[in-house]
């Protein structure tokens, strides 16, 4: 899936038409949005099969809530990712099983600039694994900011913070990576 | 550097761009499918609720089914002048029917009109292209029901099926793949017609231009479309 952003118009049309019990316009907003939903919440679950299964929980939760959306107030990509968000943190209640940190980790410590080579060469899938490490706020930042492609002040809006916090999130998280991905590159040498 | 990110390396940005784990093409279709099944009632009930939508619907039916014109309508073919009552007449309907099985079995129902026009369209001789719209109906048609009832039985597919039995055999199989999957792009142009004559029926002649070659009235004057129904 093209993950540029969509025509904000056509996503706009889709939503008034879902809004007023649409199902085929809704099915249009699951294929906009689906790939997007299902990227954040594997940050958020062990396996793709929870994955999918909270995938769905998030979109017929949208269908519920969809007649009380605000096109005035959050994007609507902003707007499915706090139910997103929130059904990962039921998921994740119901099914303690991942260490989520909630805490800032221990790699506050200084770490003088991420070492571009060694993340260069970081496969796909140990990133994924270090963006689950992060705190929930910084892999929400993290996702939103790079697989949802929100800008800081979307994304803060959805997040219910502002954007210099956003920003601080979002630097922490880089930080971090570096770290985790260093130490991962070092421990295979 | 970008302006925004600023704060993260190029090389971080590049390296989550690529980690974003997409659905399989199959974990696609069966989420959306779990959504959608779950919703489909909801979304009529919230339909049927609207008090604007139900007053038009119902005074649409009413009126055309007092006025005797729908029943005129209901043989007309696209291109006809009574085939907008015709269509008209069917969304009325379908938009004032209660969710569940009499709602799922109207939609089957449209879906073999669909295809009972594309086949007499074909049967008549009719223009490739008008066959060719018609056979897109026919997939909107079944694709409209499958999103409200699921993918169809074998049983209500026949049942489509069954409403073109008459269309030459090109026609036929054009009809039974909108039928059967409905996603999948048209084969061979108009579905109606086209180059080869595999069917054994003699109706291809390999003159689409000139029309449909299933059709009689085309390519049938040797062995005749009607030897392919």
């Known amino acids: 899936m093209d993950r540029s952003a969509s025509d904000p118009r056509k996503i706009a049309r889709l939503v008034q038409r879902a809004r007023k019990g649409d199902v085929v316009a809704f099915g249009h907003l699951y294929d906009e949005y689906a790939d997007r939903v299902y990227a954040f919440l594997r940050t958020r679950t062990r396996t793709p099969h929870d994955a999918e299964d909270v995938t769905a929980t998030v979109f017929l939760k949208a269908w519920e809530s969809i007649r009380s ?74 996702a939103l900011r790079f697989w ?12 219910g913070k502002n954007e210099n916090a956003v920003k601080a999130l979002q630097h922490r998280a880089t930080r971090t990576l570096a770290r985790m991905l260093q130490e991962d590159g070092r421990d295979e040498h | ?13 590049e ?38 939508h139900r007053i038009a619907a119902t005074a649409a039916a009413i009126g055309l089914l007092s006025s005797g014109v729908a029943y005129a309508a209901d043989n007309a073919l696209p291109g006809q002048a009574l085939y907008e009552i015709k269509r008209a007449a069917e969304n009325a309907l379908v938009a004032i029917l209660p969710p569940g099985a009499l709602e799922n079995s109207v939609l089957v129902g449209v879906a073999g009109r669909r295809a009972e026009e594309a086949a007499n369209l074909a049967r008549d001789g009719a223009a490739d292209d008008l066959i060719s719209d018609a056979i897109g109906e026919v997939r909107a048609a079944v694709k409209a029901a499958e999103s409200v009832a699921g993918p169809l039985s074998g049983e209500e597919t026949t049942r489509i ?14 009809i039974s793949n909108a039928v059967n999957a409905p996603d999948s792009a048209p084969t061979g142009g108009t579905g109606a017609s086209g180059p080869s004559d595999t069917s054994g029926d003699g109706s291809g002649t390999g003159s689409g231009s000139q029309g449909n070659p299933d059709a009689p009235g085309n390519s049938g004057d040797t062995t005749g479309g009607a030897g392919a129904r």
């Not at chain 2, 099926?161 to 054009?174: G, L, M, S, W």
């Open chain 1, 69 to 142: 959306y605000d096109e005035r107030g959050l994007p609507f990509s902003a707007w499915l990712y706090r139910i997103a968000r929130n059904a990962a943190v039921d998921e994740h209640r119901r099914n303690v099983r991942l260490p989520v940190p909630t805490e800032e980790p221990a790699s506050e410590q200084a770490i003088d600039g991420p070492d571009e080579a060694v993340i260069a060469k970081v496969d796909t899938e140990k990133l994924r694994q270090a963006v689950r490490m992060l705190t929930e706020e910084q892999s929400s930042v993290i």
């Open chain 1, 148 to 159: 949802w492609d929100l800008s800081l002040k979307e994304t803060a809006e959805a997040m």
């Open chain 2, 1 to 13: 550097m970008s302006t925004d990110n600023d704060l993260m390396p190029d090389s971080v940005t």
């Open chain 2, 15 to 52: 390296a989550l761009a690529r980690s974003s784990e997409r659905m399989t093409d199959d974990a696609h279709a069966r989420v959306r499918h779990t959504v959608m099944s779950s919703i489909r009632h909801d979304s009529r009930a919230r339909y049927f609720a609207s008090i604007s």
């Open chain 2, 161 to 174: 099926e069954e409403r073109a039995q008459d269309a030459p055999v090109q026609t036929r199989e054009a």
